[in-house]
T-cell receptor
Framework: DAKTTQPPSMDCAEGRAANLPCNHS???????VYWYRQIHSQGPQYIIH???NNETNEMASLIITEDRKSSTLILPHATLRDTAVYYC??????????FGTGTRLKVLA | GAVVSQHPSRVICKSGTSVKIECRSL??????MFWYRQFPKQSLMLMAT?????????EQGVEKDKFLINHASLTLSTLTVTSAHPEDSSFYIC?????????????FGPGTRLTVL
């Protein structure tokens, strides 16, 4: 089973920040949190990952709570091209990814 | 960097035939490759993990005799769907990892859409 739970869907207005939450309450001390997204009929695209500190790159920011039991992916200025399914993953074992249901983000014009 | 390709991107075949899908890491050596299957409006389901030079490890419920995986080199893994039937129609996605990059990061291919008539 996936180690993460996410809301099934969210809407966001174009130009506004999209905040996508993820619960990973059983995460252990050395496990990373990874975020990917999948645009229709394509392979998943890496967005960002983190261990305990907040992270930012050119695509998004990742906020991880102090107890590491949840995180939030922030797309600062969502565009229509950000419409996708977003997956939060905590790898099982050395490399294995078990995908949960993800969050279907719809950016509205 | 860290590009993974798949070939073909889509394939249509008749029921009972076998189909081979290739997954290549183009600019890195992939010690481990993964195969996933995705049905419409569902999440990715891990089918198997393959390490170069050794037998693949299949997830529970995945028939190893039906989905043959070969990882003969550090840049190529193949998935062969044997005696394909309409229920095998799906989107097949591979991914790869390398110890030279972030510990658990997987790099995904673009996927192969298989339609069995």
């Amino acid at each position: 089973d996936a180690k993460t739970t996410q809301p099934p869907s969210m809407d966001c207005a174009e130009g506004r920040a999209a905040n996508l939450p993820c619960n990973h309450s059983t995460i252990s001390g050395n496990e990373y949190v990874y975020w990917y997204r999948q645009i229709h009929s394509q392979g998943p695209q890496y967005i960002i990952h983190g261990l305990k500190n907040n992270e930012t790159n050119e695509m998004a920011s990742l906020i991880i709570t102090e107890d590491r039991k949840s995180s939030t992916l922030i797309l600062p200025h969502a565009t229509l091209r950000d419409t996708a399914v977003y997956y939060c993953i905590v790898p099982s074992g050395t490399y294995k990814y078990i995908f949960g249901t993800g969050t279907r983000l719809k950016v509205l014009a | 960097g860290a590009v993974v390709s798949q070939h073909p991107s889509r394939v249509i075949c008749k029921s009972g035939t076998s189909v081979k899908i290739e997954c290549r890491s183009l600019d890195f050596q992939a010690t481990t490759m993964f195969w996933y299957r995705q049905f419409p409006k569902q999440s990715l389901m891990l089918m198997a993990t393959s390490n170069e030079g050794s037998k693949a490890t299949y997830e529970q419920g995945v028939e190893k005799d039906k989905f043959l995986i070969n990882h003969a080199s550090l840049t190529l893994s193949t998935l062969t769907v044997t005696s394909a039937h309409p229920e095998d129609s799906s989107f097949y996605i591979c991914s790869a990892t390398t110890p030279s990059r972030s510990y658990n990061e997987q790099f995904f291919g673009p996927g192969t859409r298989l339609t069995v008539l």
